[in-house]
């Protein structure tokens, strides 16, 4: 990330959501960024993934400049994001239909993750049978169905209570040690930056 700024504009007022931000991260880290609500958080994570221009300044992963939606990329938004009209199921298959992959051979991978997230009897619900907290579960095996290198996270777990969140936690760890995966993660919790992370900004 380099000299990155942006700069939203609304009703004739605009605001400064990033200023001259510059970072690099290491592959196979994982680096969190902690800051207080508004501080551009979720814009910086927008902008890495490449679904939300930069105003001026450049990102690259892997060398290359990002100009727009990647590959290879797992994103866990701040809010759950599913398709109301498909199950659970349906919802954590989407990538791998967008990328044109096979549907049979990440069934199993898909059934594996539903259990590691503690969502096994809901497979075939709809976000609206869900809580808050189930559908993040859910939104999390959606970033991890195609066994993506670089994860996005933003606030993943915020919005559950503390001993879920301490349990996803740790299974993230283990999936980042196991997989080799390199993760950017946004949280307001500075404990839980410290627990996971080799680089805290
Ligand atoms: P954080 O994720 O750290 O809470 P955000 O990146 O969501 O912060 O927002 C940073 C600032 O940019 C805030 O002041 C917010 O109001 C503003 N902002 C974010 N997205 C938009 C948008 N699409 N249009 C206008 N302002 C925005
Ligand atoms: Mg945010």
Redesign the pocket.
Known sequence: VSDVSRV?T?AGKS?A?LEHVTFDIQAGNFVSIV?P????????LKILSGLLPASSGTVAVNGQAVRGPLENVGMVF?APVLLKWRSVVGNILLPVEFARLDIPSHTERTKALIKLVGLEGFEEMYPHQLSGGMQQRASLCRALVTDPQLLLM?EPFGALDAMTRDELDMELLRIWEERKKTVLF?THSIQEAVFLSDVVF
């Open positions: 939203f609304s605001v959501a800051g609500s508004g501080c551009g958080k979720s814009t910086l701040q933003d946004v």
